[in-house]
Each structure stands twice: as structure tokens, then as C-alpha cells.
């Protein structure tokens, strides 16, 4: 052997040897020297010149496996993907194509942006084909040569009659007697949907899993056009720009008719016009008289919008054959149907024959949300589970049914009870404690209350335990010790006590959050000022309740509780008094109140009723919302209403506007009404109508239509403790006795002067 060959065996096993370094480095110590040699070897470059220009590459490129180039080499693209085979992936990076940016495919042809899968290669390039001779993207080859996707499809070889629609396409799948389905009549595969639950075809794989196209939103994208990031409507490809859905419909321009910025169209006029806006013909009205753009032209005549929805929403008995229908005509004796009118207009559903209100497919609303909500609750054939089946119902049966289409539509409760009704499991307190304690997981749990599918539970302690749980796991062990039992013993024990007697409202599962949260804070803020609990004194709390007044009524709590223990020193809490009150109203004001509550048919009901209880009988909004239907009766001509233990007489006309509410309570936003086992329902029911509404809501309700609250009860109650004694206030407002004495005190030692002063000024 000659020097020159044994130079150059020695160099070749120095660049081998560099590279199994290489390789070990970048890998680690799981990738052996004997792994390494085999991975070269099939990425076909352990030989001489390979081996060399590689060992050069990765002096010149020393992330070349981590950060790979696209105008890598073909060893380097076989190298990354050996190793990821071995279980070396986590390592190294792969490759992907320069173009659709996909990994783990065979990157053998290199192109000016770098090296690209067989695919991209072949949708770009235009090559003649053998057969059309036309330039085109060749796809496969035959006996005459290269072939292009247009005469793939038309290949005698390839395409066969579809079974189901008789045309020559190319085979998707086929039957079990071996016939085949084109792409457009084969089945789609169905997935378990993993936001509904359901099997359906996957419009799209996300990385939580397939997702149907019921459930599927676009990802929002870059929009080329305007830049933006939203829902894209057209994909980008080769020479075509990612356009968003607002692009794609055209750009918005500012409408002449009420100055928003949308989509519209030019008018002839030369104006731009949105959707909403469009001009068109006004004209006097058959029903309502006024001159509106006109929306239907039916025999009784033009109608306007309002009108037009009002009769066909609201079918009534026909004047000539008396059959309840949507009324479009009209003669001497009143409005007639359709068929007495001459026309074939007619709006029954086509399922159950409803006259009116249809929604879609011929449809009535009501149809129409049996079968979204047979959808949202049932299984793969339809069939509600018996645990559902009377929340199914009363959804179905419910007095506005297009609530219930949008619910099921838009609502994420619903589709939170779809994800609970795909369990094929019976549904507890426990499986919806699991949930994160959100809004819409509350809604969910109310609907079953209501429904009687889930017994009644006192929520707000609940809430309160699941709401302890989830805050002492992130209380450091030291600290736990000591807020643990404080919260256990001191805070819930009391709750539990409260809540068995059935007076446990939101506001003091508020307060008792306040306590816990306030005694977490106070053992931190020892604990960066170097101070334990045990060694606490009067002067170390005293500058804490200077730095933190408003935390002192919270922390009361925990100091009484750790004093009472021995836990720390005698130390207190200064105990803060609460104000007198200050907003009155004159008299007069309060009697004109009363009397716009009882007269005012402009007011809406509900207002009338609490603004009326509050001028009466000093009620506060968080004793209103309480009251259930069964608290009032009537005896004889009198009715009463029963405010604590004693019935209290009511006005005529107050027990008139009582009545209508209880007859037709205000649950137009809830899918669900009032419930019909003889339980009472609450007199001001919420969402949904198994709790009442919050205070907090009353007191927005009764400001925006101008009736003060707390001003217009203090007055009250001075006038009630005036003339009444404090026992016959506390027994017939439900106040406790030492309440009423003070406002007893209170009134004789200013009231009698506030009267003097304001009768001075009038």
C-alpha cells in the first residue's frame, strides 16, 4: 500500500471517527458508538467521499442536526430521521419541506427554497404529458411515459362506475361485494367529536382530537389582505393570499344610513348601502297605518316588519271557516286565512301542522327545538337517557322555544351538558364538582335542579367547600396547619349550622370567603416580616390594621378563633361601628313614589311590585328576592303576604299586581319556566327559575327606572318604627329585635328633628 493510501485511510478513519463524536454529542450518552457507526451507514455515509463531506459539513455547520438547513444534505436528511426512528427524536430536529412544511417524508428534490417532499415538487413542476401533450403536473407514468393528473383521472386503469350515482370516477372505497363509491358517495368516517361527544365525520383533527363540523371554528390567521388576525376564509396557497371572512366578503365601507362601518352594497344611487339599511319602497302600512319600507305584500295589503312578524308569530281563528291559521287577508267580517283569501299562502309546519312561527325546513320553532334538543341530549340513535328525559321535556314544551334553539346554538352550558350526557353515566353533584366551578358550570347544575334531575342542594355552602379545597392547595404546609382548622371549625362549622336551617345566602358565603382569605394574607405578611403567630403582640396587629383597614372585619374572625385557642397572645380586633343612617327622602317623595308604583302602567311589573314592598314595608332587595309564591293568599277580599312569621295585609291594588306576577312570572330569558310539582316558585324568579334573581341586579333594575332603594327604605322603616313598636316591626318585617331598637333610638333622637328642619324648608 502505498503512503498516499494509507494518508488517506488514516483520514477517513479520522472523519469517521469525528463523526460517531459528533453524533454521541447531540444524541448523549444512550447513542453508542456502534449505534452511531449504523446510523451512518444507513443514511449512506459512512463511505470515503461521503463520509468526508459530511465530517466538512459539520465543521462549517455545527447545529446541522438541531437547527437543520433546507439546503442540507441528503445525508443529513436520512441521518435525522434513523435517529428519530432509534428513539433519539427528542435530540434532534427534522427536516421539513420548504414548502408545505411538513416532517417525516422524503425530502429528495432540491429546489431553489431548498429541499421539498415528491409532492410539492410534483403540484409545481409543468411537464408535457404523453398522452393530452399538454404541459401539466405529472403524477404517474404508463407505458407512453409520464402522465398528468387530468388523464390520471380519466385512466381506464383507475376510474370505475360508482355504485351509488352510476358516474366513471376514481374509486374512494368499496363495498363489501367488492363495487366501488366515488369520493362523494362513500361514507365519511365518523370520530367521536371531543368537544359534543358525538360520532360524526371530523371536519378537521386538532391537537385535542377530531372535531365535527357542528363544533368547528376556523383557527384565526394572519388575513394577507388586511393584516389582521381572523377566521380565515380562504387558505393560502401557491400565488393565492390567506384572505379572512371579512375580506372575502368585501371591504367594509361606511353605510350613508346610519354611519357604521360593515358590508353592504352600492346602490344604484350611487350611495353605499349595509345589509340592514338596504333602501326599500316605503309605503303606509295595512295594519299599523304608518309609512314604512314595506316587507311583504299580501292581501290584506302592504305590511311593514313589525307587523308582518306579529301575524306570523301569532296565528288567530279565521273569520270565514274559523280554522286557526296565520291571517294574510282581510274582509268586512275580520281577518282570514290564506285559502279564503284566494292564495296559497300558508304557514303550518309541516310536522305537527302549527299554524305560524316557522323557523326552518317548513318547521315551526317548536319542532324545530325538540330535535336540537333530542340532539343535544341523546345518544347515536336519538334516544335520551331516562336520567335526562324530563329536562328533555320540559325544554320542548318550554313557551319560547327560540331561546331554546339559541341556547343549544350558542350557549357553552350547553354544550357542557352534551359533553355530560355523552358519558353514558348517570349525572351527580360529585361528576359536576369535578368541573372547573365557573359560571357555566353553576347554569348547568341550576337547569338539573330545576328539572328535578339532581336533588337540591344548599349551593352556596357547597360552592363555599369546593371553593376551600381548591384555595388550601395552594397554601404552604406551615400556613395549612393553622388555616385548615380555622376554616373547618371556624368558619364552615358555623356555614353548616346556617345552611341546615336553611338562611345561608351568597352574601355571607361572601363574608366567610373574606375571613379565610384575609387570615391567609395576615400569616403571610408574618411570614416576610420574620414574625410567627404565637409571638404576636397588640403593637405587630395594630400596624397591620393601619396598613390594612379594610381587612380588619375579616380578620376579626381569625384572631377571636386563635386567641380562644392559645394560639397566639390576647390581642383584638377593634371593633368598628357601624354608621347611622344617612339617606332619607322627604315624605311627600316617598308617598309619590308609592303611588307610581301603584298606578304607573308604564313601569314594568316587577318594578312596580319591589318598589311598592320597599315604600310599605322597608324591605331590603336581599328580603324580596326571597319571597315565594306561597307567602301570599287571600281571605275573603283581603289578601295578605306573609313577610316573616305573621301575614301582613296589602293594598287592593298592590294584591292585583301580586297576582299577575304569579300568573305570568318574567322568565323570558331562561329556557325553562316555573316548576309544575307543587313546589313553590319563587316570586322573582332568575336564570333559571329554581333561584331567585340577585340583589345586586334588583338594585341596577330598580335605579334604571328611576325608583331609589335604600333612601326610599330608611324613610320607610322611620316611619314604621314611629308610629309601631319595635316588637310589632321586628315580628311583622322579619327584623331582628335589637335592629329595631336601635332604629327606635335612632328616630326618636333625629328623626323628630329631621322632620322640623324639613318642614322648615318647605
Known sequence: MSPADIRKQRELAEARARLIAYLQRVAGPALTAEDAQAALEKAKAWNSGPARALDNYFVENPNALTEPSPLSPLQVVRLLQHLEAAGHGDAVTQLACARCHRTGLRLTRNTPEGRCCDWCVARTELRPCARCGRDGHIVTRREEGPICRHCYYTDPQVVEECAECGRIRKPSRRREDGTSLCQGCAPKPEHACVRCGKPRPAQAVTADGPVCRGCYQSPPKLCDLCQQVKPISVRKTEGQPAICVDCYRGPKRTCAHCNRVRHGFQHHSGEFYCASCRPRRSLPCADCGETKPVQVNWPVGTLCDTCYQRRKRNPAPCAQCGTLRTLVGRTEDGNICGPCSGTDIDFSCRRCGYPGDIYADGSCSRCVSKDRVRDLL????????????????????????????????????????????????????????????????????????????????????????????????????????????????????????????????????????????????????????????????????????????????????????????????????????????????????????????????????????IGCLISLYALPTTRIVELTTDRFHRDGDDAYLTLNRHPVLLPPRLSVLIEKQIVSPSCRTSVLQQPHDGTPGFLFPGRPPSRPRSAETINNYMRKHGLPGISARNTAMMEAITDLPPIVVSDLFGMHPKTAYVWSQYAQNSWAEYLEAAQATD
Not at 382 to 400: C, N, S
Not at 407 to 422: F, Q, V
Not at 481 to 492: M, T
Request: include cysteine; glycine fraction near 4%.
Open 378 to 609: 341523546g345518544d347515536e340513535d336519538g334516544k335520551v337517557h331516562p336520567q335526562l328525559q324530563p329536562l328533555a321535556e320540559q325544554l320542548g314544551a318550554a313557551q319560547e322555544p327560540w331561546s331554546v334553539i339559541t341556547w343549544t346554538r350558542r350557549s357553552e352550558s350547553a354544550r357542557m351538558l352534551a359533553g355530560l350526557a355523552a358519558r353514558h353515566q348517570e349525572i351527580t353533584h360529585e361528576i359536576l364538582d369535578e368541573l372547573p366551578q365557573d359560571w357555566g358550570t353553576l347554569y348547568v347544575r341550576e337547569l338539573l335542579v330545576a328539572a328535578n334531575v339532581l336533588p337540591k342542594r344548599q349551593e352556596n355552602f357547597a360552592r363555599l367547600r369546593l371553593w376551600l379545597d381548591t384555595t388550601l392547595a395552594d397554601v404552604p404546609p406551615h400556613h395549612a396547619h393553622v388555616i385548615r382548622p380555622f376554616a373547618e371549625w371556624g368558619v364552615l362549622r358555623d356555614a353548616r349550622r346556617r345552611a341546615d336551617k336553611g338562611r345561608y345566602t351568597a352574601g355571607a358565603a361572601s363574608n366567610d370567603r373574606t375571613d379565610i382569605r384575609t387570615a391567609i394574607k395576615f400569616m403571610t405578611w408574618l411570614d416576610e416580616n420574620s414574625m410567627t403567630l404565637a409571638g404576636l403582640s397588640q403593637e405587630v396587629l395594630d400596624l397591620w390594621l393601619t396598613k390594612n383597614p379594610t381587612w380588619a372585619r375579616g380578620l376579626s374572625a381569625f384572631i377571636r378563633w386563635a386567641v380562644a385557642r392559645r394560639m397566639t397572645s390576647k390581642v383584638t380586633v377593634p371593633t368598628r361601628r357601624h354608621g347611622l343612617p344617612s339617606r332619607f327622602m322627604h315624605s311627600d317623595e316617598l308617598n309619590q313614589q308609592l303611588r307610581r308604583c301603584l298606578n304607573d302602567d308604564s313601569l314594568p311589573l316587577e318594578a312596580r311590585i
